[in-house]
């Protein structure tokens, strides 16, 4: 497994492993703590694991957490999705860069995004399974959803959006957000 640097978003990395195909299908690490150790990540905290089932077109996101934010680590475990990262920290020096990436089971690569960075997704194939660890126990009352939709970030969508949750469909736009943030 190695780690590359995402480069239009500070902090954050894609976990690649290597897996090993055979007759009976394939095997691979997914997470290896002494990786993640050495781009500077502490492997012991992450504290919660989910798993997330969409259909072809589904949209999860754009999400966040208020507060101090949530790191994530995220793997499409089975199928394909098109994955989005948002960077949002005032501080950073990519500060509202955007990066996509299509996640699949077939590679198993884990993409770690930093806590102030928004995040979502949308299912490419007729089932995806997206697994994540996160780094602190969750908190609804310190959740936030970006329009994934919004002009501002105009973010390729590849298919047409089929279902997504209510929270989602009425997510604020990105200035709303940013100007709640300044309060």
Same mark, same amino acid.
């Given at each position: ?8 978003? /500070? ?82 020096? /990519? ?11 077939? /590679? ?19 089932t995806a399974d997206v697994s994540y660890r996160i780094d602190r126990p969750h908190d609804p009352t310190e959740d936030v959803t970006i329009a994934f939709d919004d002009p501002e970030l105009a973010i390729p969508w590849p298919l047409p959006v089929t279902s997504m949750s209510a929270r989602d469909r009425e997510a604020p736009s990105l200035a709303e ?7």
């Open positions: 497994m190695k780690a590359i640097e995402v480069p239009a978003i /500070t902090g954050a990395y894609q976990f690649e492993p290597t897996p090993y195909a055979d007759e009976r299908g394939f095997f691979c690490r997914t997470f290896d703590a002494d990786v993640v150790r050495s781009v500077g990540l502490d492997p012991d905290a992450f504290v919660q694991s989910s798993v997330s089932r969409s259909v072809q077109g589904v949209l999860r996101g754009l999400h966040l957490r208020s507060g101090a934010g949530e790191a994530k680590l995220v793997r499409c475990s089975y199928g394909r999705i098109f994955d989005v990262v948002v960077d949002l920290r005032r501080d950073s020096p /990519t500060y509202l860069n955007r990066a996509f990436f299509e996640l699949s089971g077939e /590679t198993q690569v884990t993409l770690y995004i930093p806590a102030g960075c928004a995040h979502g997704f949308q299912a490419l194939t007729g957000v940013l100007q709640h943030q300044k309060s």
